[in-house]
């Protein structure tokens, strides 16, 4: 059962989301801002940073991630959808929106097919990768719940 959530818990999980983010564009900046300096508006300063647009953006995706989550992975507007189901809208959502956002924001050039590869594969395997944590993180968590049962039943 989850607790009741404050406005501050929202703007909490933002932040966790745009943290990661701005973390890994931190890196992709380091590694290969140079090269792709003039290719993509998220790396326009190469590996000297991330713009303040930029970061404006990204913190954009962060809400839009954080209000889809709320939509289809809690119980607070969809309460009896199969959590397949949930999952799947949820990251053709956040695929879409993103998708959006290269538009909006010329991320990289929208003609340009290979960058569109790049963008589906890298979201496949980000979404993969985040599917595994948060199962053995729900695994740990069942086991640590099954645990504490255990020990209750036994006394």
């Known amino acids: 059962m989850e607790k009741q959530k404050t406005f501050f818990n929202y703007i909490a999980d933002v932040f966790v989301i745009y943290g990661v983010i701005v973390f890994v564009y931190a890196l992709l900046s ?13 790396f326009r300063l ?34 009896n959808a199969p959590i ?3 999952n799947l809208l949820f990251f053709l959502t956040i695929f879409g ?18 960058a569109w590869v790049g963008f589906f594969l890298s979201y496949t395997i980000s979404t993969i990768v985040s599917t595994l ?3 053995l993180k ?7 719940m099954q645990a504490a049962l255990d020990k209750y039943t036994k006394h």
């Open 84 to 86: 397949f189901l949930r």
């Open 138 to 144: 729900e695994r740990a968590e069942n086991n640590k």
């Open 30 to 42: 380091l590694i290969i801002g140079d090269y792709i300096s003039d290719y993509s508006s998220l």
């Open 133 to 135: 944590i948060t199962r």
């Open 46 to 79: 190469g590996s000297g940073g991330l713009s303040i647009a930029t970061l404006l953006q990204l913190l954009l995706l962060a809400i839009i991630i954080n209000i889809v989550k709320i939509t289809f992975l809690t119980d607070r507007w969809i309460k």
């Open 97 to 114: 929106a993103t998708a959006v956002l290269i538009v909006l924001f010329d991320w990289f050039p929208i003609h340009n097919w290979k």
